[in-house]
């Protein structure tokens, strides 16, 4: 059985950091790229952040970028979200979403920058 289990989202305040994590099971995860989406509230959902199957190329949405880091460990078959120097504008549910030969989403966790 395939899971994506995100794990890390609370409510932060501006300027502050959060860890988002996706634990994958079910599927081989080092032959899928992996990616962070997000959604807001009446908004579409909008690609984040999203890392090639060995690490070697990460790309990010521009409202992100140089504040949130991608990064897998594939021996622990986890994706990872370092988000920096949060904007409440960065509040939405993140999920994870695993693309190769199947397609695979996570549940969500909701990140909520607020003061």
């Known amino acids: 059985q395939v899971q994506l289990v995100e794990s890390g989202g609370g409510l932060v305040q501006p300027g502050g950091s959060l860890r988002l994590s996706c634990a994958a099971s079910?599927?081989?995860?080092?032959?899928?790229?992996m990616s962070w989406y997000r959604q807001a509230p009446g908004k579409e959902r909008e690609l984040v952040a999203s890392?090639?199957?060995?690490?070697?190329?990460?790309n990010y949405a521009d409202s992100v970028k140089g504040r949130f880091i991608i990064s897998r460990d594939n021996a622990k078959n986890t994706l990872y979200l370092q988000m920096n120097s949060l904007k409440p504008e960065d509040t939405a549910m993140y999920y994870c979403y695993a693309h190769g030969d199947y397609y695979y989403w996570g549940q969500g966790t909701q990140v909520t920058v607020s003061s």
């Open positions: 890392i090639s199957r060995r690490s070697g190329t990460t």
């Open positions: 079910g599927f081989t995860f080092s032959r899928y790229a």
